[in-house]
């Protein structure tokens, strides 16, 4: 594979001057109308062979570019922060905004490709986290993310005579590791493992480059024209894509069912509304809860075991009074309430996931969202902000996305709060009558109520396609909010206490 990146290819001095001017001016006029588009972000991660120029081709970019447009990122090893969420935390928080470009060294493919060549993890585990990567950049592919990966590549030979350069070089030999010659032992078997990296994630939204590293000035022109001709590539498929999709849109829509179609059953139509607990009962039943909830919360704490909770459900469903009511027998400093209504310009500058991905608590914390990453699929679905394909592969996000907090041993419950349609009314009318309760009830949920069926509908769709052994939704008769709320907490005492003694003894 990398004999076509060892053929000594060579640009002279004169030339690359020549060529630099123009291709930086092109750059520079590209990053402009991608600032102007402000649409997608752009990634660009710089892998490879030590000495082989990953550092200088990044520099080359932001001298080059309006490094002000440019966010770069270096990692090192994970910190304490860092470990305490899933391992694709660090690169979400780090995502570029819409019209931004974003450059990565020792990025995504760095860890689990050290952790392949020395051995701590299989062939398989290794292709397991390659796919993880594969369905990331899917991901924000798929929302329109421009992402080009460079290998810079550089011989055995070569690599050799640069490390001793470096070694030698007073002002720059601090740069040198026993660690650099270390690689440089196991030059083949970084080859191997990245001769798979390449095989299994060179793909058409993500391809990589494989650029012959040994020439500084070849090596930078070339960066930078795969650079310029992707961004022309994506710039004008962008705007085809725009002129389109509205079209698009308005003839799927006049192929969706009409009014007149007949109303499907959905699995909340199952439950029974009319479970209640008088008051009395309840009362017992609250303190009994809570007080084991206070219990378990603390040891959560002590353990580093992290919880998230999720709340979704129509309006006046009693999502408040539940989180409420979960919170009061907690210390404060150990838990957060997240909010979400309609994103605000930073967030719509981002793929939908990134500002929850922002919430994810350290070790042992309990963080509650209420309302979450399901709005792409049930408020973004009914309302059309999302299209039918954003929508639809939305379900696959959200089940990747869940499944990196559990595979971090995160206490993920989901619960869905459900009031008949007729429970509903009586409460806005209710709302409407008291002063201290009338700034909840606003036009939108009146606009809602009218959307009751679509949004049935969706909520139907949403539990069926992420409803899974390990991350189930739990259905609450909200009706009656008192047999709501002990639900609510015993679910959640029921969820902790299991998590607490199966903990192994050593979280990595």
């Not at 060892?6 to 006029?29: H, N």
Request: glycine content about 6%; aromatic content about 10%.
């Amino acid at each position: 594979m990398f004999q076509t990146a060892e053929l000594g290819q060579k640009v002279t001095k004169d030339e690359f001057k020549e060529r630099e001017l123009e291709l930086r001016t092109e750059l520079l006029s590209l990053q402009q109308k991608l600032r102007k588009v402000s649409s997608f972000p752009v990634l660009i991660d710089f892998a490879g062979v030590r000495g082989a120029g990953k550092g200088t081709s990044a520099s080359l970019l932001n001298k080059w570019m309006d490094a002000r447009l440019i966010d770069t990122f270096g990692y090192y090893e994970r910190s304490e922060e860092e470990n305490e969420r899933p391992v694709f935390w660090r690169y979400w928080r780090d995502l570029p905004s819409h019209g931004r470009m974003g450059i990565y060294l020792s990025g995504r493919y760095s860890r689990p490709m050290l952790e392949y060549v020395y051995g701590n993890i299989n062939q398989e585990q290794f292709y397991q986290r390659l796919k993880r990567i594969i369905r990331f950049e899917k991901l924000l592919a798929d929302d329109g993310a421009l992402i080009q990966k460079f290998w810079m590549h550089i011989s055995r030979e070569v690599q050799e005579v640069r490390l001793r350069k470096l070694e030698k070089d007073p002002l720059r030999s601090w740069r040198m590791s026993d660690k650099d010659w270390k690689h440089w032992e196991l030059y083949d078997r970084f080859i191997d493992a990245t001769e798979q990296v390449i095989a299994q994630t060179n793909t058409g939204h993500a391809p990589w480059q494989i650029i012959e590293g040994e020439d500084h000035y070849y090596r930078s022109l070339r960066v930078g024209e795969v650079m310029r001709d992707a961004l022309v590539r994506h710039l004008k498929t962008i705007k085809i894509r725009r002129k389109y999709q509205k079209e698009l849109s308005q003839q799927l829509d006049d192929q969706e069912p009409s009014n007149g179609s007949t109303r499907q059953l959905t699995i909340m139509d199952g439950l029974d509304m009319s479970k209640h607990l008088a008051k009395g009962e309840y009362k017992g039943l609250l303190k009994k809860a809570q007080g084991r909830l206070g219990a378990l919360h603390q040891q959560a704490v002590q353990n580093k075991k992290s919880c998230v909770l999720v709340f979704e459900g129509p309006d006046a469903a009693g999502k408040g009074g539940s989180i409420r009511h979960i919170t009061e027998p907690l210390d404060a400093r150990f838990f957060k309430v997240h909010q979400f209504s309609a994103p605000t310009d930073e967030e719509l500058a981002h793929h939908y996931l990134w500002r929850f991905w922002r919430c994810i608590p350290r070790s042992g914390r309990l963080t509650i969202f209420d309302r979450s990453w399901y709005g792409r699929v049930l408020v973004e679905r009914v309302e059309g902000f999302a299209d039918n394909n954003e929508w639809r592969r939305a379900y696959a996000e959200i089940n990747d996305f869940e499944e990196q907090l559990i595979e971090n041993n995160i206490v993920l419950l989901k619960f869905w709060i459900h009031i008949s349609a007729e429970e509903q009314l009586a409460r806005f009318e209710a709302r409407q009558k008291i002063p201290h309760k009338q700034w909840k009830l606003t036009e939108e949920d009146w606009r809602n109520r009218d959307k009751w069926d679509d949004y049935a509908k969706a909520t139907h769709d949403m539990i069926q396609h992420t409803s899974k052994k390990d991350s189930p939704w739990i259905l609450v008769e909200n009706n009656n909010k008192h047999y709501g709320r002990i639900k609510v907490l015993n679910a959640v005492c029921d969820a902790l206490e299991n998590a607490i003694d199966n903990q192994p003894e050593t979280v990595s």
